[in-house]
């Protein structure tokens, strides 16, 4: 009987650690991690941020439309139509200071004025461009057309927030469910932690970037995600940043050179030149584009395509990772 209960205390001992590594960690948890190791991310004010142009044919739409097709829609689901997309009033905030890079988007779904301080998501990219250690953040779903009061965005470690104000643990997803959406943060952002979009190209002085820095995600349901860049010998696609083969390759190297047209274009939109948005300085006619892009956005494609890494002409090669 004692051997039995010794045998049984030793088993405790040796499961305990186990146990531990696979409970999901909290949001406060991830939130402190984030904050220790990037930097703290301060309470906001959405309606602080700068809005987002939307235009319908180069002019903005009339007070109380809400088109569902515009100039330069959202991405931030590049395959599939969403609310939202061509919605005014969505606004972006730049966080940042020092090394410490913190973009936090504010995101409309439904028709509200522009200084209602009620939005539909709120999303934060946590980057350090030092360590290139990265964060994501979202805001919990809310159901019917509520929202979300983001008068005060709590930071997501914050344990207890000032009388009559929403909880970081009521106001933020815990990570575990950021990473079980589709396609994830991580295999969007898969070239870095900030995406370039005509949309968000509007406003891109407000938004950090780190093109070709060192960059991996922290937190233990991110941190196994392991992502690897594409290049092509003579490449003319990836003298300002890298590519890279996720979701890169399966919608913004299409979106971006009009082989696919993004969801939420209209006519113009996926007309050229603004359905060619890379480079970003794009004053090129269309046969000059075509003349001193399309070899190399064919080249990268074939790679896409080259699954088993056998193509002798293209290379994969993992991001440079964090600095522990």
Not at 28 to 53: H, M, R, S, V, W
Not at 94 to 120: E, F, H, M, W
Not at 174 to 189: D, K, L, N, Y
Not at 195 to 207: E, L, M, R, T
Request: charged share 20%.
């Amino acid at each position: 009987m004692k051997i039995s209960a010794a045998l049984f205390a030793l088993c405790l001992v040796i499961a305990s650690p186990l146990v531990a590594s696979e409970r999901e960690q909290t949001l406060l948890e991830y939130g402190e991690q984030c904050a220790k190791e990037i930097g703290e991310i301060p309470p906001f004010n959405c309606n602080d941020g700068t809005n987002i142009p939307i235009t319908i044919n180069g002019k903005p739409p009339a007070r109380g439309d809400a088109p569902r097709r515009c100039d330069r829609p959202s991405l931030l689901h590049p395959t599939s139509e969403v609310e939202g997309q061509c919605l005014p009033y969505s606004k972006i905030l730049n966080l940042s200071r020092g090394n410490t890079q913190i973009s936090a988007y504010c995101r409309r779904n439904k028709l509200r004025d522009d200084r209602d301080p009620v939005y539909d998501e709120v999303v934060i990219v946590q980057h350090h461009s030092g360590n290139g250690k990265t964060c994501w953040f979202l805001s919990q779903s809310r159901a019917g057309t509520n929202g979300i009061d983001a008068s005060r965005v709590p930071p997501p470690n914050e344990k207890s927030p000032p009388a009559g104000h929403t909880p970081a643990v009521e106001f933020w997803t815990t990570p575990a469910r950021i990473a079980a959406v589709q396609p994830t943060c991580i295999s969007c952002h898969d070239a870095g932690p900030f995406i370039f979009s005509p949309y968000i190209g509007q406003v891109w002085d407000k938004v950090p970037t780190d093109p070709w820095g060192k960059y991996s995600s922290i937190g233990p349901v991110f941190s196994s995600h392991r992502l690897n860049v594409i290049s092509t010998p003579g490449n003319a696609c990836i003298g300002c940043h890298r590519i890279g083969s996720e979701q890169s390759c399966a919608a913004y190297i299409g979106l971006s050179t009009g082989r696919l047209s993004a969801p939420g274009n209209n006519q113009l939109a996926s007309s050229y030149p603004l359905n060619h948005w890379m480079p970003t300085a794009n004053n090129m006619s269309h046969a000059q584009w075509d003349e001193a892009n399309i070899k190399s956005v064919d080249a990268l494609l074939s790679c896409c395509r080259d699954k088993a890494h056998k193509n002798p002409n293209c290379t994969f090669t993992p991001i440079s990772p964090s600095k522990k």
